[in-house]
């Protein structure tokens, strides 16, 4: 996630992170998450939170490292920039987690 400024880590929490593409609407969000669950890379799921749509990633395995997780954010950038009908700026990841705005460093460490 370092390698993106836009991504904050943000201490720990429940597996469950909910997060953004922004700018992006919820027909972006809807379609990303579309994407990669057809691409087998990774499974994504999507949720509402605060009458938007958000992607839902869940990190149960506890073998799952930071790398896996960068993976993650490199997936959804990449996909998200494949499917916006406008150019996104830089890498345009918000994390927002649906419990008290927590990121995904409930990711053992590598």
Known sequence: MAAHDQLALVGRALSIVCFRVEP??????SEVARRIQLGGEAFLTTAEVDGHIV????????LTTRADVDALAELVVR???????????????????????VAVSTARRA
């Open 55 to 62: 992607l839902r990633a869940c990190f149960i395995n506890p």
């Open 79 to 101: 996909t998200a920039s494949a499917a916006s009908p406008t150019p996104l700026v830089g890498d345009s990841v918000v994390f927002l987690s649906y419990f008290q705005q």
């Open 24 to 29: 992006g609407d919820d027909a972006l969000q």
